[in-house]
């Protein structure tokens, strides 16, 4: 699959973006290995360290020059064309940067094809903001206006980009100097451009920064737990070995430190409790959680909701004992690891029968703020995104949710506003604590992971 907006006569197939839906077709944990051919033009390499240098300031995307275990990685090459294939594919990946290919938009335009961007108006939902002008295009181009299928291309939540650097201009192939496609739908409401090759556009910034989990690892990185409390990735964990309790009176505990019975939702958080209790407890034989949750498949306790919903266990030696038990980590009887097994939920007459140690766990946050105000209005840190992770929308833009607030000389003062996508708690619509628009559809704002000093 390749990519190419070259003007030479020596053209490769063209592909298109939204974003790609296959995960092997990302660049693990964002690190891009390179090289760049000894006959590159010394401007031309300029450029694309410039534009990996963009990337790299507004993502966690890292590109290092290639070492000789390095199996995959980007090879920029002069040749005819500008050129890039969509994603990373396995070995030598040419991402060409031919005559006529040495300005900064447009190597920035192919680099981020080579990390899974299609083209912005080959979306499968295009119709709704664009109407392509087949009439203006040469037949051998046609192909190059088609819309992906949805088995090849997710838009992850994000909407429609008029501002992206894959999207294509108004007047691009056009065989008679007039337009090939024409801005519709919320675009031409708001006198949005297109085709712009200034620089990564907001909402490129943050479907990047979702593809790779960039704010995922910012919060890994940035957050920290109480003391008493365990940290693993964005979480914190507190082992309660004594005392003892049954599932309601350990949920009940756990709800008053502002945390929840243990939910188990990822492979990766499973083998962390299980090798942290071998170290640290293997003296105990079982620990309360409140279930776990691994590739959707499973439903556990959620305090949070009050609802206490029925569990499928398969580990019971006779029979399934009904819908009043709960999983838990139990010691194995050989050796000291830690396997999942069925428990009775218990009741307080039963005590003190089914009363175990439990794992508490909540949300990892960032150092608290020293703010003059409850609500933290004067909060001016750079955090640019929301609790649940999705990249802020730009606070002067007004696509793809239209702000309340409107941005002006005393707001940039008095509140801090101004052409960023740094969370804020401004006057004109003040909230409980700092919080942003977000770049999804789903949701129209979030508050931000700001906690207030006490």
């Keep these: 699959m390749f990519d190419n907006v070259g003007q030479t006569s020596q053209r490769r197939r ?51 020059r290639r070492k000789s275990k390095d199996e995959d990685y980007l090879y920029f090459i002069n040749e005819p064309g500008c050129w890039s294939s969509i994603g990373r594919v396995k070995g030598q990946q040419k991402i060409s940067m ?51 299928k949805t088995t090849m291309t997710s838009s992850r939540g994000f909407p429609y980009d008029y501002r992206s650097v894959t999207h294509y201009s108004q007047t691009a192939f056009t065989k008679n100097g007039k337009n090939t ?13 297109i085709g712009q090759r200034k620089g990564l556009s907001n909402l490129d910034i943050a479907q990047l920064n979702d593809m790779y989990k960039c704010n995922r690892r910012r919060d890994s990185n940035d957050t920290v737990c109480e003391k008493g409390w365990q940290k693993f990735r964005r979480s914190c964990y507190k082992f309660n070995v004594y005392p003892k309790s049954q599932f309601a009176a ?41 279930g776990r949750k691994i590739q959707h498949k499973f439903v556990w306790y959620n305090v949070a909701k009050k609802k206490d919903r029925p569990m499928k266990f398969s580990h019971w030696v006779k029979g399934h004992p009904g819908t009043h038990s709960t999983l838990a980590l139990v010691r194995k009887e050989r050796g000291k690891g830690f396997g999942w097994e069925g428990v009775w939920a218990g009741s307080e007459y039963q005590l003190p029968n089914y009363a175990y140690p439990f794992i508490c766990e909540k949300k990892a946050k960032r150092k608290c703020f020293k ?22 929308q730009t606070w002067t833009s007004k696509w793809p949710h239209k702000h309340l607030v409107h941005v002006t000389p005393k707001t940039r003062l008095s509140d801090g506003l101004g052409v960023h996508n740094y969370c804020r708690n401004p006057s004109a619509v003040r909230r409980k604590w700092p919080w942003c628009f977000t770049t999804k559809l789903s949701s129209e704002w979030e508050y931000c992971d700001v906690t207030i000093c006490k």
């Excluded at 024409?182 to 708001?190: D, E, M, T, Y």
């Excluded at 709800?255 to 071998?278: M, R």
Aim: glycine share 6%.
């Design 250 to 290: 350990a949920s009940k505990h756990c709800f008053t430190t502002g945390s929840k019975l243990v939910s188990i939702d990822s492979a990766k958080e499973d083998q962390f409790l299980k090798n942290h209790l071998k170290k640290h407890h293997s003296h105990v034989q079982i620990w309360r959680t409140g």
């Design 14 to 64: 063209r592909t298109k973006r939204a974003a790609v839906r296959r995960k092997s077709r990302l660049w693990p944990k964002g690190k891009v290995p390179y090289v760049i051919d000894k006959d590159m033009p010394k401007n031309t390499e300029n450029v694309i360290k410039k534009a990996m240098a963009h990337i790299e300031e507004h993502t966690c995307i890292r590109f290092v």
């Design 98 to 148: 031919g005559d006529g290919c040495h300005f900064f938009g447009t190597v920035l335009h192919e680099t981020v094809h080579a990390l899974g961007f299609w083209h912005e108006q080959s979306r499968p939902d295009r119709d709704k903001y664009i109407r392509v002008l087949r009439d203006n295009i040469p037949d051998k181009y046609m192909k190059d206006f088609e819309k992906i």
């Design 181 to 193: 496609i024409q801005v519709i739908g919320p675009g031409k409401r708001l006198r949005l451009k």
């Design 371 to 392: 703010s003059k105000h409850k609500d933290g209005r004067d909060y001016r840190g750079k955090l640019s995104h929301t609790e649940s992770g999705i990249t802020c």
